[in-house]
């Protein structure tokens, strides 16, 4: 019997006031979430504008524009197998996406590593984006103030501005560049535009409509690298000598909250081979899982390299990696897209040149590098 096709999962976050439901009352009137579930942590604290128009079995609801909606009673992973129960038998109708909105004060990063780890969900699930709102009146003040609004921000595929009518032109243009700072990848939408549903949730790794992989728009690595090439020549004696320190990453004056985080590209040109990758990732897993915000790439696998291998890890959970029948475009190299939290960008760096030239090079300058790494001191002695 061939295995169910997965269903879609969006994340909506973002911090105290945002503006999550005002967003939700958008999204929910569009076509993409017609066939959709919607979950929710309390309808006490979210005042939906639409008519909720019939009950359906339990505490399910179904809303004017017809997708269903329900609360987050307990454990995430039991109200998802309730509702993968009545959908397989036929209690509910089928649903295509389920779009689950967190509270205010929510870490994304439980959610998904509950989605990617859980033997039965990872199979019937895929997360298509994460998608962080963020209030440009009060925003700034918030990341300040707030780490799980830091967070938000770095793991998000989406960001939407709103109150950008409410908010000083410089004051928008100042929280840009700094969540840029902090997650380079993500698109921004703002809230005044004209909303397109299928825009914004459907930034995963596979196009709804063609069922390919769209791995350039997925990771969007090239803004990534296009910011490196800037800074290396912008900063070029400093860069030539590797005199500059991880806090000094971003901007000659960073603000000192979000200069913990730190999102780079890591690229090789040359295959992989699959033991230097195991290894690179057992390190990546070996620090201290909450820094490890978000992973996403493409590996050239020195074994298969007609068959790129796609992976995606969110702090110690690093999914299942996906092989491709063929590489989707032109672009042949391996790319990995990381967002740490207080791990400096030049070891990983270092650690990630001497796995990906070969397998444990013999060279003393390479054995040095692997032996002497900070990362290895938190993997417990793996290269030992």
């Known amino acids: 019997m061939q295995a169910p096709e997965p269903i879609a999962i969006n994340i909506l976050t973002g911090f105290l006031g945002a503006g999550k439901t005002t967003l939700l009352n958008a999204l929910v009137k569009q076509a993409t979430l017609a066939n959709a579930v919607v979950l929710i942590n309390e309808f006490g604290e979210v005042a939906l504008d639409h008519l909720l128009v019939e009950g359906v079995e339990g505490e399910m609801i179904a809303l004017s524009s017809g997708c269903l909606c329900c609360t987050i009673r307990g454990e995430l992973v039991g109200a998802l197998e309730n509702l993968l129960r009545r959908r397989d038998n036929g209690r509910i109708r089928p649903f295509d996406r389920v779009l689950i909105e967190t509270t205010g004060l929510a870490d994304p990063a439980p959610i998904l590593n509950t989605l990617m780890l859980h033997p039965y969900l990872s199979r019937r699930f895929t997360v298509d984006a994460v998608v962080t709102v963020v209030d440009a009146v009060n925003g700034a003040a918030t990341l300040d103030a707030h780490e799980e609004a830091r967070r938000q921000a770095a793991m998000a595929d989406r960001i939407v501005l709103t109150k950008t009518d409410l908010a000083e032109p410089s004051e928008v243009m100042g929280l840009e560049k700094r969540l840029r700072q902090l997650n380079p990848t993500a698109p921004f939408v703002l809230s005044r535009d004209k909303l397109d549903g299928d825009a914004l949730l459907h930034s995963g790794l596979y196009s709804p409509r063609e069922k390919s992989p769209d791995v350039s728009r997925w990771l969007n690595a090239d803004a990534l690298l296009a910011r490196h090439e800037e800074q290396a020549a912008g900063r070029g004696h400093e860069h030539d000598h590797g005199h500059r320190h991880a806090a000094h990453f971003h901007d000659p004056d960073p603000n000192r909250h979000d200069e913990r985080i730190q999102a780079f590209c890591l690229t090789s040109e040359v295959p992989v081979k699959a033991a230097a990758l195991d290894l690179f990732f057992q390190l990546l897993r070996a620090i201290e899982p909450a820094r ?93």
Do not use: M
């Not at 690093?318 to 190299?333: G, K, N």
């Not at 990381?338 to 791990?343: F, H, N």
């Not at 760096?349 to 444990?360: D, H, Q, Y």
């Open 292 to 384: 490890l915000l978000r992973l996403k790439g493409i590996v050239a696998l020195a074994e298969r390299v007609d068959e790129p291998l796609v992976v995606h890890g969110v702090q110690e959970v690093i999914h299942e990696p996906v092989r491709l029948s063929r590489w989707p475009d032109a672009d042949r190299r391996t790319r990995l897209v990381l967002i740490l939290e207080g791990v400096g960008e030049s070891e990983v760096r270092k650690l990630w040149n001497a796995l990906s030239a070969g397998p444990l090079r013999s060279d003393v300058a390479d054995q040095e590098v692997l032996l002497n790494n900070p990362l290895k001191k938190s993997a417990g002695g793996l290269l030992a």
